[in-house]
């Protein structure tokens, strides 16, 4: 069960190019495809006649045509010719959804509600002026509150990615939960550690570092995380980051189905923005740490399906976790009542 | 479910050799050999005593022996010999099913009725003298009835085989459709048209042709058609067909299970039967344009299987696959009296 | 449904070493480790916090370490350790199982009763003084008691191994079966038959021998085999060997799942024992043989889960086998009442 009333990245803006993107998202088959004037379509990636994926067939002006007999379906999945005869038949069209761009991505709307696209959480660091971009997105085969449920709890940086992010401060240094408007706000400032492997040389700090992780959790599985350091006791819990870096760790998490999901990332940066040398490098770890945690979360997937009832205990560190589930779980409930219980079993009494 | 009182082609003649042959017909492990006196053979292929498949055994005289502990079969499927013991125990036989070789294709019978050769559908054009004989088999991931439908409405070629047999004539030319004695008769008839690809250098035609496609819908799942093309206005449709070139597409689909099947095909003509570069050129087009054909069966199948219970609309193109449809379901109804209606969902009401 | 009160065979000695070892037995997620006095240790391979498989981890001291939070679990699966926090929450601990090291195999013991070491099979020819020793482990696709079964009734041998241990004296002599304290005993002799393949050149043979096969089934799934074959006439069925050679197959096979197995297999022998090169050839062989066993198992397997109601008949050389299934029934009715009738179905009326 998903929630539905929401928006969900489905592309980075650059996937949906001058052909047809087939992407399963939430369970359906959606085929994404541009118009003349730029704006992105979304539309059910299955022909009403003999259910070919209309990926297979072709674009034709704002239309996809079928591969298969010809049928032609215009942006708002309605057909709009049946080869070999003058009329349409009632009934012959396909699903479509809202699809805006924003922040880099496509995010596609599947609830019955009218959209509305102030609800679009707020990424605008992957295209705003003073910030290099970086953006791309992974498979992974896992739930994707597997997903957000790793970025909340950032301790495992310390055992999973000691090469790029992890160092022992973040295990040791307790968070700070909330609840807040947008959804759940998790906050760690490690003051006077070692800088981890990947930040220590982005600025010559001159010892220990003061280091952040600001991590604020959307529904359905948005998280964005500010995240930097600066020089020890210089001000930056207090606000002053001039003698810091800074980043922002983008994350929009989609279902493609029940266990697998769509990873949408971001790390743009706001220092040494046009040495593209150095983004290169970054892009490196940071694809180096994504894989580790898929690596990771694919297992875990794989154990939770082996045996789903095997017991759990939760630990300090789950606290933005565990509001999080909340969160959805009451929204959930709020969007099928009585059914949003079933989403229990996997997240548990709590 | 599938109907049992009729021929399906299981094996291309030449399939049936020395050896010991295995494949999955209508959900039934067989397996196939020749006796002494040329004649196939058609048994279960399973043990009944520890359940090896006996095609991992071998042929002793007109006998299959296990090749786990020897017990040895005979072409009825009784066992004949226990190793280490004189007698043979009550019970120790495997299924047989009655074979017999024809228009080159090895057909069984799986049902109760005494089977009669009379139904075996005809496809003797495939070894006709003054026929150029073509034939193979296909493997597809696909319900046999979407090959049949793929055969039953050609429109499809305009839009898959451009390449190779399709030409806009076909979707642009209404077909007739008919029950008879056989099945279900569709005809179309392409007045004037533009020869496509493979067929323009079959003969030096001085210009538009008028091209049939005559197609004879047998169940359970046959298909013959008519095929050729004549110069324009020189009397094919009246039965004149000396100014042009002709073959048949013979299909035969036999089910393997429920989702996949047996694409038994055979492309005979009548013109320049002696001529082995142009059979091997053809065979490549025609290889090429049933592979075409099994990419789409495919994507189909799997889309139909992530949801079953999608709706979908027909078009005037489907008069014939509709009439195909509703003999089938008449047939399984007369088989399995309420179970019939079973077969409904996936044809849909008609 | 498995036998749980009795040992089975989880790994090789030499397979647990300095690191971590993964093995699912009985559907059970199990991870194997040394610990610094060189006792094996077998947890569950699955974190109680968030189901990450141990085994991703590490090793410190006679601990793991979690690959994902870092929590720490000792040799009886007790949770040690909580990084970030000073206690360890209620209910923090994996399973863990009784494992003991004997015969070259690391053995478990799944069941509730208290474990005895003194129901371990007999299997200590693998390292005892004047046997040279022969040891591995093969993945089969195939239920464990078809393994078993196999061993059971060497009939096979004369169908499937004839390059190797078969020969026609085996599928012609009858075999004598009886129940003994430890499970059942089959026994044949082959007197005055030809050695084969494998055997003939270990020994100058005078010409023909009388060949053993003393076979003990000892549930779960064990199997130990006396084999070895003596001149004809000299004496070796009253006791006399000493005109022949022999050794001993070894056989404990694991349940992985319902349908797949670990097969740990000894072939220890008493002659030539510093003879490496023997020993190589003879492993060769033996694996080659093995190797056919587990083709023909799989396949036995694969048409089972096809058809799992399909009817089969038993014959004179399954004695041995039918014993072995009353006595494993038996006792799994005893440890599940009601229950283990739910076993028959796959072992059928006996």
Redesign the interface.
Known sequence: MFLKNCWYAAALDREVGDGLLARTICNE?MLMFRKADGSVVAIED?C??????LS??KRVGDTV???????QFDAKGECIK????NSV?P??KVQSWPAVERHGYVWVWLGEETPDEAKIPDMHWNCAPGWAPMTDVLHVKAHHRLVT?NLL?L??E???HLQTIGNRAV????IKTKRDPNGVLVTRWMLGCEPPPMWKPLRPFVGAVDRWQLIQFTPPANVVIDVGMADAGTGAPEGDRSKGVQGRVINAVTPETETTCWYFWGFPRDFKIDDAQLTEKLRAQIVHTFNEDK??LE??QA??D??PA????????DAGILQSWRLVETMLERQEPGLGAAAKPFLREI
């Open positions: 088959p299955r009403c006649h003999r259910s070919l994926p297979l067939g045509q079928c591969g298969y007999h010809g049928l049946v080869p070999g005869q038949p009934g012959a449920d709890d301790t495992h310390t055992y999973i295990v040791e240094t307790p690596a990771a297992a875990q154990a939770i082996r045996n095997a017991p759990t205990i939760d630990i300090n560190a």
